[in-house]
């Protein structure tokens, strides 16, 4: 049954006032938020395994892959990474955890720590002899006399130990990404003197190693820059090794190899007699190609000789930290990552329509300048600095 009572009357006093509805007064003393940190990088930063080489950049908040990456282009690909430069192999991956399929091609690298080890407790003696273990590479690094533009790459700990303990030492990379320039810092900072001789195919035997020269005085022997190395103490830096002659570089045979368990090993014949390096000497050659001769950028390298290229620790190098580097040089953080954000694209323009065009950050430098002390807009300083000397039939295809 409905109920049809008069319903209780509104009592008015019980409606909310007006004011109820009214926002809140603003607060009129600021609030102080604490800042944001930035996320922490992965517990595990570097992988390796199956030629392949992962590093973690923590500026730029992404996975770095390099090595032998075609044969796993197209898994990469599906997996989420995307191809970033050329002319080395180099795929990126946003974010910090990599895919667990990718993982499993890898193991995790520890890195190497060059310090001087702790003194270590004496071993108490016992009846059976022990094997003599070899002494694990540790070096005393003196970086504070690097100068503040030098940024070190990846590979800054490996060049530093080869030169203590490498006779001949093979950096190879791409034009412009810092070799000759980072094996000059990592001499530098062990506090080892050097010489450099920028190489071509016209270095004769004479320039390296020596020979015999027509003086006032009749025929005498002068002495080549590896053989002048090896009487000073000094190291060698042969820029661009890969112009050489093969022919040529087949007489620095005895110098790149091991000194042996005597130190007789390693030597330079003249008509003295066999010339022994009265120190460690390295010699580190940079070159654009492993040795394999001319391909459609480096038109100007030899195949060097196998047994030549036997002696030698490589030393695989890529363009890195590219924005570091700009920024060392007083460039701003968004001018930097700008010019490199176009670097990396035009890269893979040149590599998919197969051009001769190489950008490095000598080019990337220029541009820089251009931009910040010519005041020139952006566009103007690609045009200039880069696409002046690219083919206008080639244009169309980086542009």
Request: charged share 20%; hydrophobic share 40%.
């Amino acid at each position: 049954m409905i109920d049809m009572t008069t319903p209780p009357p509104v009592v008015i006093d019980d409606l909310p006032e007006f004011d109820d509805f009214l926002p809140p007064a603003p607060i009129a003393a600021s609030i102080d938020f604490p800042p944001v940190a930035a996320p922490a990088p992965p517990a595990i930063t570097r992988y390796g395994g199956n030629d392949l080489y992962a590093e973690y950049d923590g500026i730029m908040g992404r996975w770095e892959v390099t090595g032998a990456t075609f044969d796993y282009r197209n898994s990469l690909k599906s997996w989420g990474f995307r191809w970033q430069s050329f002319p080395n192999k180099l795929w990126v991956f946003s974010g910090q955890d990599l895919p667990e399929k990718f993982l499993r091609l890898l193991k995790p690298i520890q890195p190497i720590t060059i310090i001087a080890p702790a003194p270590q407790p004496v071993a108490p003696t016992v009846n059976e002899p022990d094997e003599e273990e070899a002494p694990a590479p540790t070096i005393n690094l003196t970086v504070a006399n690097l100068p503040a533009w030098f940024t070190p790459p990846s590979w800054w700990a490996t060049i530093n130990i080869f030169i203590q303990y490498r006779p001949g030492i093979a950096i190879v990379g791409p034009a412009g990404n810092g070799k000759t320039t980072t094996a000059e810092m990592a001499l530098k900072a062990q506090g080892i003197e050097y010489l450099m001789l920028s190489c071509t195919d016209r270095t004769e035997v004479l320039d390296l190693v020596g020979g015999m020269m027509l003086t006032a005085s009749g025929e005498k022997w002068h002495d080549g820059i590896v053989t002048r190395a090896f009487k000073e103490g000094k190291a060698l830096i042969l820029d661009e090794a890969d112009a050489l002659d093969p022919r040529v570089m087949m007489s620095l045979q005895n110098a790149l190899q091991d000194a042996g368990p005597d130190n007789s090993q390693r030597f330079i014949s003249t008509p003295e007699g066999r010339i022994l390096p009265t120190d460690k000497c390295p010699i580190i050659l940079t070159m654009n190609t492993f040795g394999s001769g001319a391909d459609r950028q480096y038109v100007g390298r030899n195949q060097l000789d196998s047994a030549s290229l036997d002696r030698l620790s490589f030393i695989s190098t890529t363009y890195e930290n590219e924005d570091r580097i700009l920024m060392a040089r007083g460039y701003k953080s968004k001018l930097s990552k700008q010019i490199v954000k176009w670097a990396e694209t035009t890269r893979n323009r040149i590599e998919a329509n197969g051009l001769r065009i190489i950008v490095s950050p000598r080019t990337m430098l220029r541009i820089a300048q251009a931009i910040t002390v010519f005041g020139w807009a952006f566009d103007l300083a690609i045009e200039i600095e880069f696409l002046s000397r690219v083919a206008v039939k080639d244009r169309a295809y980086i542009a």
